[in-house]
């Protein structure tokens, strides 16, 4: 019998559009910063995949501005436990637990994917922009 390393739970073409759409990328234009082999039923097409090939995934992962194995490693479910983790690990029924815990406090957690989180809209802005530009200069160029 021989073992696998992928988890059968992950789906790398889904995890593919959870970041591309995250960043607020179509998949037209997605296709377009690919390179010319790709369009968007193509990128479509991939987004179907279970397992991407290791060269496409580096592309991909490339032009998204994030580590491969972001794409092989998310796993929703896992994501999920740990957000509602974050935010319910504390509650109790009269309230919140004021006492903090000795690793992380929950405020410091919940600071920290916040700035992550604004971290994140400031790329996908500055994203939008590049390619608000990019589709500028083409419209210029025709």
């Known amino acids: 019998m021989t073992h696998t390393t992928s988890n059968p739970k992950i789906h790398e073409g889904r995890n593919l559009k959870r970041f591309r759409e995250m960043l607020g990328i179509k998949q037209d234009a ?4 690919l390179g010319e082999d790709w369009n968007q039923q193509k990128v479509s097409l991939l987004e179907q995949k279970e397992k991407i090939d290791a060269n496409i995934l580096d592309q991909v992962a490339a032009v998204l501005k994030i580590p491969a194995a972001a794409i092989q490693q998310f796993e929703e479910e896992k994501a999920i436990n740990i957000i509602t983790n974050t935010f319910n690990n504390h509650d ?3 309230g919140m637990n004021i006492y903090p ?3 992380q406090h929950p405020v410091d957690r919940i600071i920290q ?5 604004i ?3 400031e790329r996908m802005l500055r994203e939008k922009d590049e390619m608000m530009l990019m589709l500028k200069e083409l419209i210029e160029r025709k």
């Open 30 to 33: 997605f296709a377009f910063e």
């Open 92 to 94: 109790q029924s009269n």
């Open 101 to 103: 815990t000795i690793n």
């Open 113 to 117: 994917f916040h700035e992550e989180k």
């Open 119 to 121: 971290a994140l809209y």
